[in-house]
């Protein structure tokens, strides 16, 4: 199975951050609705008989960060060790709970915030073993550094409404140390239970602003050969793949690449002059590629096998682009194959069900060769290397090594003798995210591969490939991880191109090569993902927000790994769907139809909520009356915003919306369906507006887009395109 080792960015994960006037707002609204017989459990000091049991964690209960105008609170450290607990005990005898409702106190996440906490509790001296709360899911998310919020818990969530209360405890929910927090104004609440101040936005869309142009190239995904010709011609597959609204996929798959032989793949025998077919008799081919492309309208992107020679490479050129009348001859290779001419391949490819050229446009030189076993690639590779490729030294990639019938060509003489059959091709080049520094080598960069590769390549990089998958060793599957992880697009993307850009201005003579994003997941190595974190909602918030990013920041080209790959031995899954229960779409499958309707142009839009912990927003134009906004509500509150657009009137529009129950979910809902049809033909939902504004609550966990109508006559920027051929867009 395809393995990789890419190095975690670190990102520090916080929570939903309140303004000083929401702030103060949310303190107004929670001491307006005390009830004279309320039961205050803590308020400067422990009540009603209340004791600390506490364990595994330093309290202090005079602490001076305190809420609103108490003097006091409760400072909590958890410890390492037996996931330490503040629990506060009644030993005395229980307090009946009948007329109260709910649990409240206020919470400070200290100078980090992030804090991973579970609330029990339960009647009598023993440690509540009532229905477990997560904070978060009352807190609209992790406690906020440097800020107080409002928990209000009913007592059904706790199991003991109607009942007894002796104890309460608030317990890391993680076998390990957390930052100090602060609680204060512990009580439990008569009546009704009051209402928690909503969250609220206000979004300005500015529709004249400058515009980034959105490439087609960005909705893309890998699709393996591994999973043979028979899935390649499932019509499940094929529906859900075209109404993703996917634009591109990477083939022939991953590691696979440095190993899978066009010709005898295609043939399904061996091939005399050619690198032979290692799983000739199942494996897809060819052919079947270009029928899954043309069924489901994508463009293809092919990897050729940097092990085999320049001429055969050219020669998959002719196969997928060439006309069968083209008599052009391309030689004899270095190995001493005979490799005909163009119209000879093309005659293959007619001959096999497809007459016309296809027009693959885009191709690679090699999967991930940077990290080439060193049995093969010789002193520069590392010890843990996992590709079959001849070298892990950027500049021999790049110029080739050796001579005679042992050379074996590099980066140059393959885009010069594939481009020499289709001169409107554009060939990239392996990279690397993390492309070192001159005198400096090290493992972490891979012996500075990737500015070995800028120099070396020059003018003639057509585009620079990477695989930055942020994570080798996932974060915890739980809210401070799931904090994390929602956070990591807002840096991760942005840092990735200062650097390269860098290199660029420092190794190419200031040209900056376009950079293409071509695997990229949440985790690197699935093996890892023991949380099966990538087949859950958090994962599909994160792909929903890279995406944007990665257009904001200039990324040519963004294709997920993979749409389908095959269930690994700990149940997780990189795939967009599931080759294993009927192709079931993941929740990360669903952010691509949204992003599909999203329109070819990104405008300046700003919120007033944080982007990184919260509400992540992107505007566009869909056509000169259709603005649209993707909005990812990162928390377990619903945000509610006033949305205006700059120089424009709205008057109303549609939702699509994606939703989860929660950042674990493995299942969400499509325009409120949770299990839509094959052809997502569920319809949005209408959105009204009045004034020239739209007001619309965006749920919790999800990701939403808008289409806004109205007065929006600005006239569209040409679109950036990077190859030639329009891309057909499956969704208007």
């Not at 929570?15 to 308020?43: F, G, K, N």
């Not at 001579?403 to 885009?415: K, N």
Request: charged share 15%; with cysteine.
């Amino acid at each position: 199975m395809l393995r990789r080792l890419v190095w975690m960015f670190s990102a520090v994960g916080v929570a939903v951050t309140l303004s000083a006037c929401a702030l103060l707002a949310a303190q107004a609204t929670w001491r307006q609705t005390d009830q004279p017989s309320d039961a205050v459990i803590y308020d400067d000091a422990l009540t009603l008989s209340f004791q600390s049991w506490s364990f595994d964690a330093t309290v202090d209960f005079a602490a001076t960060t305190a809420y609103s105008d108490s003097q006091r609170a409760i400072g909590v450290t958890f410890q390492p060790g037996n996931w330490g607990a503040l629990w506060l005990v009644r030993p005395g005898g229980d307090l009946d709970l009948t007329g109260y409702t709910a649990l409240q106190f206020a919470v400070h996440g200290g100078s980090a915030g992030g804090q991973s906490i579970f609330v029990r509790a339960g009647a009598g001296t023993n440690f509540p073993a009532q229905s477990e709360v997560n904070l978060t899911e009352h807190l609209g998310g992790a406690p906020v550094a440097n800020a107080w919020r409002v928990a209000t818990i009913p007592l059904t969530d706790l199991g003991v409404e109607g009942g007894s209360l002796g104890s309460i405890a608030l317990q890391s929910s993680v076998n390990s140390g957390q930052p100090t927090f602060y609680i204060d104004d512990i009580r439990l609440v008569a009546g009704n239970a009051p209402v928690q101040p909503p969250v609220t936005a206000t979004i300005r869309i500015d529709a004249g602003g400058s515009v980034q142009p959105v490439p087609a190239e960005m909705l893309g995904s890998n699709l393996p050969a591994w999973l043979g010709r028979n899935r390649f011609r499932d019509n499940t597959l094929r529906t859900r793949t075209a109404a993703a609204g996917l634009t591109m996929l990477r083939m022939p798959g991953g590691s696979w690449s440095n190993s899978y032989a066009w010709l005898s793949c295609e043939l399904d025998r061996d091939v005399a002059g050619a690198t032979p077919c290692p799983w000739k008799g199942w494996v897809a081919r060819p052919t079947d590629f270009i029928d899954f492309l043309q069924a489901t309208n994508t463009q293809g992107m092919w990897v050729v096998n940097p092990n085999g020679t320049a001429l055969e490479a050219a020669a998959a050129v002719a196969f997928f682009n060439g006309a069968v009348d083209d008599e052009r001859a391309l030689g004899v290779d270095i190995r001493g194959a005979n490799w005909y001419t163009v119209g000879h391949w093309a005659q293959l490819r007619a001959a096999h069900g497809n007459p016309e050229p296809v027009g693959v446009k885009l191709w690679e030189f090699g999967n991930e060769v940077y990290g080439g076993k060193p049995s093969a690639g010789g002193a520069q590779c590392l010890a843990w290397g996992w590709e079959d490729v001849w070298t892990c030294d950027g500049t021999e990639y790049v110029n080739g090594k050796g001579s005679g019938a042992a050379r074996h060509e590099g980066y140059l003489e393959f885009r010069a003798a594939m481009r020499a059959v289709d001169p409107t091709i554009l060939v990239g080049a392996v990279g690397y995210e993390k492309p070192g520094t001159p005198g400096a080598p090290d493992w972490s960069n891979f012996n500075n591969w990737g500015i070995k590769v800028i120099a070396a390549a020059g003018n003639a990089l057509d585009f620079y490939s990477i695989h930055p998958y942020p994570y080798f060793e996932p974060p915890p599957n739980n809210a401070a991880g799931h904090a994390a992880m929602l956070a990591q697009p807002s840096t991760h993307w942005a840092s990735i191109r200062r650097a390269l850009d860098d290199s660029f201005d420092a190794h190419a003579g200031g040209r900056r090569a376009p950079v293409a994003a071509t695997e990229f997941n949440l985790i690197s190595v699935q093996d890892q993902d023991n949380a099966q974190l990538m087949t859950r909602a958090v994962n599909a918030l994160f792909l929903a927000d890279s995406i944007g990013q990665a257009i904001q920041h200039g990324y040519a080209m963004f294709n997920q790994w993979d749409l389908v790959n095959g269930r690994a031995s700990n149940g997780t899954e990189y795939g967009l769907m599931h080759e294993d229960n009927g192709f079931f779409r993941a929740p990360q499958y669903y952010v691509y139809p949204l992003w599909a309707r999203f329109g070819a142009e990104m405008l300046p839009v700003t919120s007033t909520l944080n982007a990184a912990t919260q509400l992540s927003v992107y505007a566009g134009r869909v056509n000169t009356t259709t603005l649209s906004l993707l909005a990812i509500n990162k928390s377990a509150a619903p945000i509610t915003a006033t949305i205006t657009a700059e120089d424009a009137a709205l008057t109303g529009g549609v939702a699509y919306v994606v939703q989860a129950a929660s950042p674990t979910a493995q299942r969400v809902s499509y325009n409120g369906n949770s299990d839509p049809s094959d052809a997502l033909a569920e319809p949005p939902t209408p959105v009204a507006a009045g004034d020239g504004t739209v007001t619309h609550e965006f749920a919790p966990w999800s990701i939403t887009l808008l289409h806004l109508h109205g007065d929006v006559q600005v006239a569209p920027a040409p679109a950036f395109r990077l190859h030639l051929p329009t891309v057909q867009r499956s969704h208007p």
